[in-house]
C-alpha cells in the first residue's frame, strides 16, 4: 500500500507520531472490518450509515467523514469505507484532526481533496499539538468489486470540533520529573463517559512524545495495557499490563502506582487501584494490593509541603494568614522596612525574596525565624516579583528595557536562562509552575499583550538546561489589548485578568499547553470593578482573589461578602 495520505502542510508531522501509547479508537477483534469500541454515550447517539451500493467517489469521502462522528465512539462503519488493504493499515488512533468548517469534496475519481478551515492537532495520548487556519484533506481511492473505496488516507480521527467538544474531555497523565522528585501532569483529551480509565493508562506507557529533560514515566519500554480498565462496584479499579513481571523491582512498582494513582483519581468511580503484570499482582510494602487513592501524596505536584496561607506587605513589613486575618512575621522583612516593593515566597513558607524598591536587587530571609536578610541579585534594572518551584528555586525577569532577562537563582547561583519567545521580549508578567516544568509569562507587543508558555528543561540531577519556544496560550485580549494579570488556577490552567470597560473586569482560564478554548471554573467569570491584580494558587479547592486597592472578591464565591484589605497592603500572594 502507499504512504497514507496527508492533510496539505498540517498532518505530515501528526501523522508521523509513533509511540507505545495510543488513544485507542478500536478494540481488540479478531478482524479489522468488525472492530469497535463503546465509549460513554454522548448527548445523542449517532448510529452512521455505511456505504451504499453506487456511490460516487465524492460520496464514498463524504460519508466517511461522517462515519467518524458515530457515537458511542466507534470506527467499525467508517473502515467499510476503505478498500480492504486500506483497512487493515488504518490506524485512527495515532492522532485526532478536528476541524471547524469544512468545504464540498472536489476532484477526480483517484483523488478527492476536501478543504478545512480551523484546525487543532492532538497526539496519540490526546495531548493538543499545534492549529492551523486551513489544511486540505487528501484521499486516494480505487475500484474495489465495482465500488469506490478509499485506499490512501490519514491515520487519524477526523472529527468537527463541535463533535469533538462534546464527546470529549480534559484530564491529565501524571508522569515524574527528570529527578524523580515531583509529579509533572500533562493535559489530554480523552472520551466522555465510563471508559475513562480505559483511556487514561495507555498515556502512561512510554512514549515518543515524551522529552527526558522534561518528563519520565516508570512503565517500562515494551509493556502493553490491557484495553479496558474494569471497576467493581466497590470502585476497585483493576489494571492489567502485558510485559516481564521480573522487570519491575520494588521501587518501580511503587513509582508504577504513584503513577497510576495520581492518573485515575480523575475517575470519581474509583476509590482504590489495582495493577497486574502478567500474573503478578503488585501492590504496598507488606502485600497489601489495593492501593488507596492517598498514596503518593509526597509526590504532590503542588509542593507536599506547601502552606495554604497568602503573604503580603502592608505598609512595607511582611504579613501573612488569610485575606480576612493577616498578621506580622517574626523574620527580618517582618519586623524591618526595608524598602522591597514586591515578594515571593518558597512553597513551605519559610523564605521570602523581596525586590528592592528601584528593582535593581533581591533580597532573601527567613518568613518568621532568625536570621539575616541576604542580598542574592544586584545591578538589574527592572525585576518582576520573583517565583519559587519545589527545588527552592527562585525565578526571576528583569525587564531590562524591553529586552528581558530571564533568571534562576540556587542557593548562591545565578544563571540567565535562555527563553524563546520570553528572552528579549518586553515582558510584564511572570509565573513558573510549581513542580518546576513549565514558565508562563506575558509578553508585550504592538498587537497588545500576550499569554505565552514554554516547557522548563532539566537534567536528572534537576539543573536547569534552557527551555523549549514559548507557545502563545489560547487567549485573545479584549479591546484595550491588556492583560492586567495572570495566577495559577491549576496545575496544568492559569486565569488571565483583564478590563471590559472601566466598572467591569473579566477573568479567563486558559490551559497552558496551548489548547483551544476557555476552561470552565467554579464561581464568576465577570466581576464589577476596576481590578487590577490576581491572587491564585493552583492548588485544587482555594480561594482566589481580585484586588483593587483595599477592594478584594473571592472569585470562586463572588457572593461572599469579604472585609476590606488593610490599608497600605501590596504585593498579595501565594507561595510559589
Not at 502485600?287 to 506587605?313: C, E, I, M, N, R
Not at 507587543?445 to 519556544?469: F, I, N, W
Amino acid at each position: 500500500m502507499k504512504r497514507p495520505a496527508a492533510l496539505t502542510g498540517v498532518l505530515a508531522v501528526v501523522l508521523a507520531l509513533s509511540a507505545c501509547a495510543r488513544m485507542p479508537t478500536d478494540g481488540p477483534v479478531t478482524e479489522v472490518q468488525t472492530s469497535t469500541v463503546t465509549a460513554p454515550r454522548a448527548p445523542f447517539d449517532f448510529d452512521p450509515k455505511p456505504p451504499q451500493p453506487g456511490e460516487s467517489a465524492s460520496e464514498i469521502v463524504t460519508h466517511f467523514l461522517e462515519a467518524m462522528k458515530a457515537r458511542p465512539i466507534t470506527t467499525s462503519v467508517a473502515r467499510q469505507f476503505l478498500s480492504e488493504e486500506a483497512q487493515r493499515a488504518w490506524r485512527p488512533d495515532d492522532a485526532i484532526v478536528t476541524y471547524g468548517e469544512i468545504g464540498d469534496p472536489v476532484g477526480g475519481d483517484l483523488t478527492v481533496q476536501v478543504p478545512m478551515a480551523t484546525i487543532n492537532e492532538y497526539d496519540d495520548r490526546g495531548a493538543w499539538q499545534r492549529s492551523r487556519d486551513a489544511v486540505t484533506l487528501q484521499l486516494g481511492l480505487t475500484s474495489e468489486n465495482g465500488q469506490w473505496r478509499i485506499s490512501e488516507v490519514p491515520d487519524a480521527l477526523v472529527v468537527p470540533e463541535s463533535w469533538f467538544e462534546d464527546s470529549y474531555r480534559r484530564a491529565s497523565l501524571y508522569l515524574f520529573d527528570p529527578t524523580t522528585t515531583i509529579l509533572v501532569p500533562e493535559p489530554v483529551y480523552i472520551p466522555e463517559g465510563d471508559q475513562v480509565a480505559s483511556y487514561l493508562v495507555p498515556g502512561l506507557l512510554p512514549s515518543e512524545s515524551m522529552d527526558p529533560r522534561i518528563e519520565r514515566t516508570y512503565f517500562p519500554e515494551g509493556f502493553t495495557s490491557a484495553f479496558s480498565v474494569p471497576i467493581t462496584s466497590a470502585g476497585i479499579a483493576r489494571v492489567a499490563l502485558d510485559g516481564d513481571p521480573a522487570a519491575v523491582d520494588e521501587t518501580t512498582s511503587q513509582l508504577m502506582l504513584t503513577q497510576l494513582i495520581w492518573t485515575l483519581r480523575q475517575e470519581p468511580r474509583i476509590r482504590a487501584v489495582e495493577l497486574t503484570i502478567g500474573d503478578r499482582e503488585l501492590g504496598l510494602p507488606g502485600g497489601a494490593t489495593q492501593v488507596d487513592l492517598d498514596v503518593g501524596s509526597a509526590y504532590d505536584p503542588t509542593g507536599a509541603q506547601s502552606t495554604g496561607d497568602v503573604f503580603g506587605l502592608v505598609d512595607g513589613r511582611l504579613v501573612r494568614g488569610t485575606v480576612a486575618s493577616l498578621l506580622a512575621t517574626t523574620g527580618p522583612l517582618g519586623v524591618e522596612r526595608l524598602g522591597v516593593r514586591s515578594i515571593g515566597v518558597n512553597l513551605e513558607g519559610t523564605r521570602v525574596a523581596g525586590i528592592s524598591g528601584d528593582g535593581s536587587s533581591v533580597i532573601v530571609a527567613p518568613v518568621d525565624d532568625e536570621g539575616p536578610a541576604e542580598q542574592v541579585v544586584s545591578g538589574a534594572s527592572d525585576l518582576l516579583a520573583p517565583a519559587w518551584d519545589f527545588a527552592d528555586r527562585m525565578w526571576l525577569v528583569d525587564r531590562a528595557g524591553g529586552r528581558a532577562r530571564v533568571l534562576v537563582v540556587n542557593g548562591a547561583q545565578v544563571r540567565a536562562v535562555q527563553v524563546p519567545g520570553v528572552s528579549g521580549r518586553d515582558v510584564e508578567q511572570l509565573l513558573v509552575s510549581r513542580d518546576g516544568s513549565r514558565l508562563v509569562a506575558v509578553v508585550s507587543g504592538k498587537d497588545g499583550d500576550r499569554v505565552v508558555a514554554g516547557r522548563v528543561l532539566h537534567d536528572e540531577r534537576g539543573r536547569v538546561l534552557g527551555a523549549t519556544q514559548a507557545r502563545k496560550l489560547a487567549y485573545e485580549p479584549d479591546a484595550s489589548g491588556q492583560v492586567r494579570d495572570i495566577t495559577w488556577r491549576t496545575p496544568t490552567a492559569v486565569s488571565v485578568l483583564s478590563d471590559i470597560n472601566e466598572d467591569l473586569s473579566q477573568v479567563r482560564t486558559v490551559s497552558v499547553d496551548g489548547a483551544p478554548g476557555e476552561i470552565v471554573t467554579s464561581g464568576s467569570g465577570r466581576v464589577r470593578g476596576a481590578f487590577r491584580s490576581l491572587v491564585g494558587s493552583p492548588v485544587e479547592g482555594a480561594e482566589v482573589y481580585a484586588v483593587a486597592g483595599e477592594d478584594v472578591i473571592d472569585l470562586t464565591a463572588p457572593s461572599r461578602r469579604l472585609a476590606a484589605l488593610p490599608s497600605g497592603l501590596t504585593s498579595l500572594t501565594y507561595v510559589g
